[in-house]
């Protein structure tokens, strides 16, 4: 009996101590679709749903409520710190592009 209560006591040291460890590496987070101010700029009116998809890539959601917006997510997070979060709105009109509203972050941490 004293045997198991030993060695049970040191099972929980050491599951507790390799939970204090220090020195966990944390790896930088990126999800979704980079896009920047210069990509943003080469959009215009003549463009169909198709060629925005070529130039920014598969939009992370659509509206299901309205099927002429789409949305370009991207979210950073540096070794386990604070989530910054990118948003892009993207408009059409009879499957063409009509405008966009952003919300960049100031600058790409990947690039």
Do not use: W
């Not at 598969?58 to 370009?72: A, F, G, K, V």
């Amino acid at each position: 009996m004293q045997k198991l209560s030993r060695q049970l006591c040191l099972i929980l040291l050491s599951l507790t101590l390799a939970g204090c460890f220090p020195g966990v590496f944390k790896i930088n987070v990126q999800q979704g679709n980079i896009v920047d101010t210069e990509d943003l700029e080469l959009l215009n009116p003549t463009m169909t749903r198709n060629d925005v998809h070529e130039l920014l890539g598969t939009p992370l959601t659509r509206s299901t409520i309205n099927p002429n917006r789409e949305h370009y997510l991207y979210t950073f997070q540096r070794a386990g710190g604070d989530i910054e979060r990118q948003r892009i709105t993207i408009y059409y009109e009879d499957d063409r592009y009509l405008r966009h509203s952003a919300n960049l972050l100031p600058e790409t941490p990947a690039n």
